[in-house]
């Protein structure tokens, strides 16, 4: 069985420092990896997405995350942290060798950023 | 091109009724998941359909049923509605491969719509 965990409800940060959003995953194999961005009273939004090759990978707004087999971990990260990052973030992990070919995602709680002006 | 629409946006029920929310995928996309977000339990898989059949099923009670048509539009019924129904039901469609276990980079992705806000009064 495949499961997401992100440690921390909620990350506050100074608008100009460097921002990290954890997530630790758990899939049988090598797993495929998502991150996605919510805003109030909208849909996600992809982010960034592992699936094989570079272990940072980047994606849009100038976020990145780096992928490491030994943490079994995929932590999202941002140089410089804007008010407008503010949201909430969802980590999923899927596995690619699940039962039956599902290739449903798991996704996490959600961690809300906050990034203070 | 068009992103994932999901109506209506808004919808307020009583309990015991029941309603029906549409979803519109990106065109080319056959794939629909759809998803129930709640403070208290986040975001749970409902179900998916893959042209026109349901391929996957979440933990939901029979009265969450979906259905998809031949133009990959989704539509999703939730009968006898109960006070903890209430949410922010979320639809995301995605290009997808029939009963692969691994899928390229394109096909992988879901892309959601914007939501439609169920209150169950």
């Known amino acids: 069985a495949q499961s997401v965990a992100q440690p921390e409800d909620q990350v506050n940060v100074a608008e100009g420092n460097p921002l990290t959003v954890k997530c630790t995953y758990s899939?049988?194999?090598?797993?495929?990896l998502f991150w996605y961005v919510q805003y109030p009273n909208r849909g996600l939004q992809f982010l960034l997405k592992?699936?094989?090759?570079?272990?940072l990978v980047k994606g849009s707004y100038g976020f990145e995350a780096e992928f490491n087999k030994s943490q079994t971990s995929f932590h999202l990260k941002k140089p410089s942290a804007l008010v407008s990052d503010s949201a909430l973030y969802f980590c999923a992990v899927r596995d690619p060798h699940a039962s039956g070919g599902s290739y449903i995602p798991t996704f996490g709680r959600g961690t809300s950023l906050i990034v203070h002006p | 091109k068009a992103g994932v629409t999901q109506t209506p946006r808004y919808l307020i029920k009583t309990r015991g009724q029941q309603v029906t929310l549409s979803c519109s995928p990106i065109?080319?996309?056959?794939?629909v998941s759809w998803y129930q977000q709640t403070p208290g339990q986040g975001l749970q898989f409902l179900f998916e359909y893959f042209s026109e059949t349901q391929r996957n099923k979440g933990n939901f009670p029979g009265r969450f049923s979906g259905r998809q048509f031949s133009n990959s539009r989704s539509e999703m019924n939730v009968s006898t509605l109960e006070l903890g129904d209430s949410a922010l039901y979320l639809c995301?469609?995605?290009?997808?491969?029939?009963?692969?276990?691994?899928?390229?980079?394109?096909?992988?992705?879901?892309?959601f719509g914007p939501g439609t806000r169920l209150l169950v009064l």
């Open positions: 065109s080319g996309h056959r794939s």
């Open positions: 592992y699936i094989t090759g570079d272990n």
């Open positions: 899939v049988s194999g090598n797993p495929y």
């Open positions: 995301a469609s995605s290009l997808a491969g029939v009963g692969l276990a691994t899928y390229s980079t394109i096909q992988e992705t879901q892309y």
